[in-house]
């Protein structure tokens, strides 16, 4: 298992969301999730399976209607891996952090 070298929100909002699913949960899942597009997350997902934080197959269910479905989940021993990974990304501030509104006469 091979440490992640990129540090993004993104990448932490992508883990939490893994972490937080005690079930396999599917691409679209995870980008409703999120909030993120599919060109972010997808990505992602395929840094996390090649750096084999993560495991994933394909929806064996052919009755289904639509697009087949990739699931997605965060192995046992990526677990510490994905904790310290969340620890180090620090909120942002908002964009109005330490302004006062003041009113004009």
């Known amino acids: 298992m091979e440490r992640l070298t990129r540090h993004t929100p993104a990448t ?15 691409g679209l899942q995870v980008v409703k999730a999120t909030g993120l597009k599919t060109g972010t ?18 929806d064996t269910d052919l009755t289904r209607k639509g697009p087949r479905r990739r699931y997605f989940k965060l192995e046992a021993a990526a677990v510490p891996y994905a904790r310290e990974y969340i620890s180090t990304q620090q909120p942002k501030p908002s964009l109005g952090a330490g302004l006062h509104s003041r009113k004009f006469a």
Request: net charge negative; aromatic share 12%.
């Open 41 to 58: 997350v997808y990505p992602i997902l395929e840094r996390l399976e090649a750096a084999g934080w993560i495991t994933s197959e394909w």
């Open 12 to 26: 932490a909002a992508v883990i939490g969301v893994l972490m937080e699913s005690p079930d396999a949960i599917w």
